[in-house]
């Protein structure tokens, strides 16, 4: 590889896209950019970044706010295991580093939510360390690049490449050799088509060479995912609503949510018969279905929009009674947003 690091790390230069979280060395930046890209898209990513670190501007500003606030500014991001893991981290680094992220790349990979390829990320982009970031991108030009026959992601094709990409990664320029590797995996090295032509790596890669880009890498077969069937109730009386904070299993832990069943997928009866509300007493003023897509699971959601006056409630501590108009003031999942964006563009549709 030694030859073609140099054309690698001019072509960055030159090509590199201008994202927010580049150029700078700054590792609470870097550390916030590289925990939401873990499940979250460049594009999308951009400006829940932005606002992330306008909120929170370091490690012990998180550590000293209320749960409740960082969850709501994460917000609509999903996969909110990452923004709990934020808050045990900011802990650990405000409390037991003064507030610093370690310059160590073990004491980085022992802290919450940090894995491989994050702890490689902040190590080389922050402090220079000499550790293979191997993200999705990464896996694919390292595979590629290789002629690896190994199925991408395995524990055998990932010590291949990290073990390879470590003996070559140049000693001073370790953060922009893997942000140049990620940066080809993005944008010349895709998926399907890549554009060889561009590559600065085509001169020693063994894909390129045999002619066998498009047959590597080796993907394992995805499993099919699972389905829930939901229903959902927004019952509002007298300008008051109901939520229930989930617990800490399972998906979207601690967020808040309409009351929900679980139901059969055939089912269509109205499902909360005796349970805060006596269905005599309400009026449906809609029912709605929602397809909502998780990485391994399709939620098909039902939401029974219902209103009656407090007088009909009975159950009355089973659920957390709030204004209607404060619900913006919780923390809640995607699907949530969904429910809560229609009823908006339906009142000003109206
Ligand atoms: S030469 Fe082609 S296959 Fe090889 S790393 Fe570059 S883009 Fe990927």
Same mark, same amino acid.
């Given at each position: 590889?030694?030859?073609?690091?140099?054309?690698?790390?001019?072509?960055?230069r030159?090509?590199a896209?201008?994202?927010?979280?580049?150029?700078?060395?700054?590792?609470?930046?870097?550390?916030?950019?590289e925990?939401?890209?873990?499940?979250?898209?460049?594009?999308?990513?951009?400006?829940f970044?932005?606002?992330f670190?306008?909120?929170?501007?370091?490690? +012990?500003?998180?550590?000293?706010?209320p749960?409740?606030?960082?969850l709501?500014?994460?917000?609509?991001?999903?996969?909110?295991?990452?923004?709990?893991?934020? @808050?045990?981290?900011a802990?650990?680094?405000?409390h037991?580093?003064g507030?610093?992220?370690?310059?160590?790349?073990?004491?980085?990979? $022992?802290l919450?939510?940090?894995?491989?390829y994050t702890?490689?990320?902040?190590?080389s982009?922050?402090?220079?360390?000499?550790?293979?970031?191997?993200?999705?991108?990464?896996r694919r030009?390292?595979?590629?690049?290789?002629?690896l026959?190994?199925?991408?992601g395995?524990?055998?094709?990932?010590?291949?490449?990290?073990e390879?990409?470590?003996?070559?990664?140049?000693?001073?320029?370790?953060?922009?050799?893997?942000?140049?590797?990620?940066?080809i995996?993005?944008?010349?090295?895709?998926?399907?088509?890549?554009? +060889?032509?561009? +590559?600065?790596?085509?001169?020693?890669c063994?894909?390129?060479?045999?002619?066998?880009?498009?047959?590597?890498?080796?993907?394992?077969?995805?499993?099919?995912?699972?389905?829930?069937?939901l229903?959902y109730?927004?019952l509002?009386?007298?300008?008051y609503?109901?939520?229930t904070?989930?617990?800490?299993?399972g998906?979207?832990?601690?967020?808040?949510?309409?009351?929900?069943?679980?139901?059969?997928?055939?089912t269509?009866?109205?499902?909360?018969e005796?349970?805060?509300i006596?269905?005599?007493?309400? $009026?449906?003023l809609?029912?709605k279905?929602?397809?909502?897509?998780?990485?391994?699971?399709t939620?098909?959601?039902?939401?029974?929009?219902?209103?009656?006056?407090?007088?009909? @409630?009975?159950?009355?501590?089973?659920?957390?009674?709030?204004? $209607?108009? $404060?619900?913006?003031?919780y923390?809640?999942?995607r699907l949530m947003?969904?429910f809560?964006?229609?009823?908006?563009?339906?009142?000003?549709?109206?």
């Open positions: 590889m030694d030859r073609v690091i140099p054309d690698l790390l001019i072509w960055y030159q090509n896209r201008d994202l927010p979280w580049r150029n700078t060395q700054d590792p609470y930046r870097i550390w916030v950019s925990i939401i890209l873990q499940q979250t898209r460049v594009e999308q990513g951009k400006s970044y932005m606002n670190i306008n909120n929170f501007h370091d490690f +012990c500003h998180i550590a000293n706010s749960e409740d606030s960082i709501r500014v994460w917000q609509g991001l999903g996969y909110y295991s990452r923004a709990r893991n934020m @808050i045990k981290t802990e650990i680094i405000c037991d580093f507030g610093k992220m370690p310059a160590n790349h073990k004491q980085i990979l $022992s919450p939510g940090i894995g491989a702890a490689a990320a902040i190590a982009f922050a402090f220079g360390l000499p550790h293979a970031a191997l993200d999705g991108n990464v030009v390292g595979s590629r690049f290789l002629g026959y190994e199925v991408l395995s524990k055998q094709s990932d010590k291949i490449i990290t390879y990409l470590e003996q070559h990664i140049p000693i001073n320029e370790a953060g922009e050799f893997n942000q140049a590797l990620i940066e995996g993005a944008t010349v090295c895709k998926p399907q088509k890549p554009d +060889c032509h561009s +590559c600065p790596l085509s001169k020693q063994v894909a390129y060479q045999k002619n066998t880009q498009n047959e590597l890498p080796v993907v394992a077969r995805k499993k099919a995912p699972v389905n829930s069937y229903d109730m927004w509002e009386a007298d300008g609503t109901w939520l904070k989930r617990d800490n299993h998906i979207w832990k601690g967020l808040y949510e309409f009351p929900s069943k679980t139901r059969d997928a055939e269509r009866n109205f499902p909360f005796d349970w805060i006596n269905p005599e007493y309400a $009026s449906i809609s029912v279905e929602y397809k909502h897509q998780l990485t391994h699971r939620i098909y959601a039902r939401l029974w929009h219902l209103s009656t006056s407090l007088n009909n @409630i009975v159950n009355k501590n089973e659920f957390t009674r709030i204004e $209607s108009v $404060s619900i913006e003031a923390p809640v999942h947003l969904k809560i964006e229609q009823k908006e563009t339906t009142t000003h549709h109206d």
